[in-house]
């Protein structure tokens, strides 16, 4: 699979990226979050390639410094909080199931489960 370097950089109130290895591959967006796609598009219309077919190697450098790595960081740590907080949420409805099934009320449940009865509701109703 081919991969694009970009660097993103901050200039006049406007994240910008720059792809290294394409001279007119540069963009730039008020929003950081609208990078991924914005750069996607921009490679794709570049190479007539998906934007799905490729990876971007993400650079981040503000004010002369490279937070990259702190950023990657980050992300990856949401990506784990994500996670775990999917498993405690299934964990909450097997629980709860079984606590109701085993005749607990939705009310006692809610108490074991330090969460609201109506949440215990929706949980049990999913």
């Known amino acids: 699979m081919t991969a694009y370097d970009v660097t993103v950089s901050r ?22 979050a609208d990078l991924e796609v914005e750069v996607r598009d921009l490679i794709a219309g570049l190479t007539d390639a998906n934007p799905d077919d490729f ?27 994500r996670m775990v907080m999917d498993a405690r949420d299934k964990a909450r409805v097997e629980a709860a199931s079984t606590l109701v099934n085993a005749g607990i009320s ?21």
């Open 55 to 81: 990876v971007v190697n993400w650079h981040y450098e503000v004010g002369g410094h490279d937070i990259t790595e702190q950023l990657h960081r980050i992300a990856a740590l949401e990506e784990e909080l």
């Open 106 to 126: 939705q009310r006692a449940t809610a108490e074991v489960l330090s969460l609201s009865h109506q949440r215990v509701s929706q949980l049990l109703s999913n």
């Open 11 to 32: 200039e006049d109130n406007l994240w910008v990226a720059v792809v290294t290895d394409l001279p007119t591959g540069v963009t730039d967006v008020v929003h950081f």
